[in-house]
T-cell receptor
Framework: DTEVTQTPKHLVMGMTNKKSLKCEQHMGHRAMYWYKQKAKKPPELMFV???????INESVPSRFSPECPNSSLLNLHLHALQPEDSALYLC??????????????FGSGTQLSVL | AQSVTQLDSHVSVSEGTPVLLRCNYSSSYSPSLFWYVQHPNKGLQLLLK??????LVKGINGFEAEFKKSETSFHLTKPSAHMSDAAEYFC?????????????FGRGTSLIVHP
């Protein structure tokens, strides 16, 4: 199994809603990532979890709250988002063991629209 | 600091003709370089990775890339374009920082394939 699975594929939410994005991998990877991608732009790193601990937060607003309940799951909790937060949210995972063979595997993303 | 520069925002080719997508890198030591492809509204798929074992790297779908240290380049090529190759291509350099693996993306090159 070399897949990273993200749900839902599409999400429309109002600015007062609370929703969550989910990501799952069963490759035994110990690093997991959240990226935000606007149309026609490269992905922007938001968060990195290493061995279920938050290791990198790229100055992301607190309305985005990540959670890593176990080594296979990664959530992104959303609250009070703004229309400019509309984007494709990508999850990725990698071995995270510090060797030269590191590479990222990406999910298909959640297309989020904030109204 | 490590970075990559994709020299073209768009590349347009006819089906059956060669493809060249250009990427230059900046790194103070042997870099970890990748090419990823993204089809519309999809996640990113790894095409190939430079591991320092060989300067010519073969990837999936007939793509290959050549690492040239003297030119600090890692250009992606394919002998004959197919309509299904139309997508966004990202050159990526990876580094370890504080125990986490951090990929840095180029701006992307949009490959357009004409029939």
């Amino acid at each position: 199994d070399t897949e990273v699975t993200q749900t839902p594929k599409h999400l429309v939410m109002g600015m007062t809603n609370k929703k969550s994005l989910k990501c799952e991998q069963h490759m035994g990877h110990r690093a997991m990532y959240w990226y935000k991608q606007k149309a026609k732009k490269p992905p922007e790193l938001m968060f990195v979890y290493s061995y279920e601990k938050l290791s990198i937060n790229e100055s992301v607003p607190s309305r985005f709250s990540p959670e890593c309940p176990n080594s296979s799951l990664l959530n992104l909790h959303l609250h009070a988002l703004q229309p400019e937060d509309s984007a494709l949210y990508l999850c990725a995972s990698s071995q995270g063991r510090g060797d030269s063979n590191e590479k990222l595997f990406f999910g298909s993303g959640t297309q989020l629209s904030v109204l | 600091a490590q970075s990559v520069t994709q020299l073209d925002s768009h590349v347009s080719v006819s089906e059956g003709t060669p493809v060249l997508l250009r990427c230059n890198y900046s790194s103070s030591y042997s870099p970890s370089l990748f090419w990823y492809v993204q089809h519309p509204n999809k996640g990113l798929q790894l095409l190939l990775k430079y591991t320092s074992a060989a300067t010519l790297v073969k990837g999936i779908n007939g793509f290959e890339a050549e690492f040239k240290k003297s030119e600090t380049s890692f250009h992606l090529t394919k002998p004959s374009a197919h309509m299904s190759d139309a997508a966004e291509y990202f050159c990526v350099v990876g580094r370890w920082s504080g125990g986490s693996y951090i990929p840095t993306f180029g701006r992307g090159t949009s490959l357009i394939v004409h029939p």
